[in-house]
């Protein structure tokens, strides 16, 4: 049994906004008084995580001048070589600021889609010059309370020209720099554009440069859109296409409550780490995520470490899992294939399809077969109870 120790490899990696949410809530004001960037980075190195990530506006304020930016920038990055963190992903508020109250690269408004342009070649250009390979886009802001007001389908256009021009941006630049899109259904808009993962790759697959781009799905966020996270998941990393992820939890059918990893859905995390781990996944484990209102700042140590932590553990599940002889041997027989279809299936051709329209199959014994499901379910259940 490992102590759960957090180590590079496993690159776990918050945002600034994570561990320095202060719990502001719809209801409520802050009920921890707000730490400086550096102090972040002090608290994250004490919990054993390996990166932090940040908007452009959670380091640099918005209205900073170029002599207050760059002392900022010098003394985030003396705190990040103090402390050995490394900054893997950034990423640009157009959510916070009133002038994207309707949206950023889908505004209505060309003054407000050129500035939200502006606001992310700014912003690349800070997360590269800390380091940054991976830039996340999400967009908190892109949706519509009413449809009367915009179109979808310029919505989508308008996305994929601002993707296209930042990718570009980044050609031209020569910087070493992938994007990943974020989705989410809802929340603060009623509803936001490309809702979930999927509608990103299949947006992605339309871009000049889709090698560039791929997708950084989060739990809540496909949760609250009622989906099944680890299939969503897995289709990206199918496609090549999970540059990042955003771990967390949070109850279906609640409003956005971005809980500490493996606080609500256990068994869907344990799936989600045994996929990303089973297939040598190695980026970021992100944790997007912030520590209950109820907590000072002690707390918010107890929430990320718990992060850490329950990835950890679930990750030895998921090793036991691959080593148990029972459940091995339910999975062998499950899969089992005495090789008398092998003819039929694979690559098409007219021989093969002829011969499988003669062939003939004999439903009824086939159908009868038991699967061993709920034996396996419980298997598993009883391992992550931890008395197997
Ligand atoms: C949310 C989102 C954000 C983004 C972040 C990085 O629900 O608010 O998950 O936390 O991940 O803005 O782009
Ligand atoms: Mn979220
Ligand atoms: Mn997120």
């Given at each position: 049994m490992s102590d759960y120790i957090p180590k590079p490899e496993h690159k776990f990696t918050f945002g600034l906004w994570t561990v320095g949410?202060?719990?502001?809530d719809p209801f409520g004001s802050p009920v921890r008084e707000a730490k400086s960037p550096v102090e972040l980075v002090h608290l994250l190195a004490e919990v054993g995580a390996y990166g932090v990530n940040f908007h452009d506006d959670d380091l640099i304020?918005?209205?900073?001048t170029p002599s207050e930016r760059d002392r900022i920038v010098r003394q985030f990055k003396a705190a990040l070589t103090e402390t050995g963190l490394c900054v893997p992903m950034a990423t640009t508020n157009?959510?916070?600021?009133?002038?994207?109250?309707?949206?950023?690269?889908?505004?209505?408004d060309p003054k407000v889609r050129a500035y939200a342009l502006q606001k992310t070649m700014n912003a690349i250009d800070l997360g590269v010059e800390l380091g940054a390979k991976v830039y996340v886009f999400w967009g908190?802001?892109?949706?519509?309370?009413?449809?009367?007001?915009?179109n979808p389908i310029s919505a989508i256009i308008r996305t994929r020209e601002a993707m296209n021009f930042l990718c570009d941006y980044v050609l031209d630049r020569k910087y070493d720099l992938k994007f990943a899109l974020e989705a989410k259904p809802n929340e603060p808009r009623s509803d936001i554009y490309n809702a979930t993962a999927g509608h990103m790759l299949a947006l992605i697959a339309?871009?000049?440069?889709?090698?560039m781009v791929g997708v950084n799905p989060e739990v809540a966020h496909e949760h609250m859109a009622g989906l099944n996270f680890t299939h969503g998941v897995a289709q990206a990393l199918e496609a090549g296409k999970l540059f990042h992820i955003d771990l967390n939890d949070q109850a279906f059918g609640r409003y956005d409550q971005d809980f500490?990893?493996?606080?609500?859905?256990l068994k869907s995390a344990f799936f989600l780490v045994k996929l990303l781990e089973d297939n040598g996944y190695n980026g970021s484990r992100h944790f997007d995520a912030h520590a209950y209102r109820t907590e000072d700042y002690e707390g918010v140590k107890d929430f990320a470490r718990g992060c850490i932590r329950t990835y950890l553990i679930l990750k030895e599940k998921a090793a036991r899992f691959n080593a148990d002889k029972e459940i091995q041997a339910l999975l062998a027989e499950i899969n089992a294939d005495d090789g008398s279809m092998a003819s039929f299936c694979g690559t098409y051709t007219s021989t093969k399809a002829a011969a499988l329209k003669a062939q003939s199959f004999d439903r009824q014994a086939i159908s009868q077969r038991g699967l061993g499901y709920e034996r396996l379910d419980q298997l598993t259940i009883e391992l992550l109870l931890g008395i197997r």
């Open positions: 949410n202060t719990g502001r304020p918005v209205d900073a157009l959510f916070g600021d009133p002038i994207f109250k309707d949206g950023a690269f889908t505004s209505n908190g802001r892109e949706g519509t309370e009413t449809d009367a007001s915009k339309t871009l000049d440069h889709p090698e500490r990893f493996g606080a609500v859905n």
